[in-house]
């Protein structure tokens, strides 16, 4: 009964921003954390950026000073600013909620179904 719904994603030129959102709705997550996760082709998902239901934001090193995670003060929203965008960041990302450990891909219970993100050089 969990749906998360993302948008904001599409094709974008080196250096140029975009920003996602991902809105859920169905039930409450209490102290569990929303993140970001993405996938290039031919690699693994990887971490990107989480929050914590009290604020507490964490991003991983290849995208640390050009993105933030941020959410709204319902906190069934979460937003992912892409600044500075690079072709590497080519990818699908994924919305992910109840997070029992923030960076932690396996420990997430809900996903949405992805969106593209596409950098040209």
């Known amino acids: 009964q969990v749906q998360l719904v993302e948008s904001g994603g599409g094709l974008v030129q080196a250096g140029g921003s975009l920003r996602l959102s991902c809105a859920a709705s169905?039930?409450?997550?209490?102290?569990?954390?929303m993140g970001w996760f993405r996938q290039a082709p031919g690699k693994e998902r990887e971490f990107v950026a989480a929050?914590?239901?009290?604020?507490?934001?964490y991003h991983a090193d290849s995208v640390k000073g050009r993105f933030t995670i941020s959410e709204d003060n319902a906190k069934t929203t979460v937003y992912l600013q892409m600044n500075s965008l690079k072709p590497e960041d080519t990818a699908v990302y994924y919305c992910?909620?109840?997070?029992?450990?923030?960076?932690?891909?396996?420990?997430?219970?809900?996903w949405g179904q992805g969106t593209q993100v596409t950098v040209s050089s």
């Open positions: 169905g039930r409450t997550f209490g102290s569990y954390a």
């Open positions: 929050i914590t239901w009290n604020g507490e934001s």
């Open positions: 992910a909620a109840g997070g029992a450990i923030a960076t932690i891909e396996r420990t997430y219970n809900y």
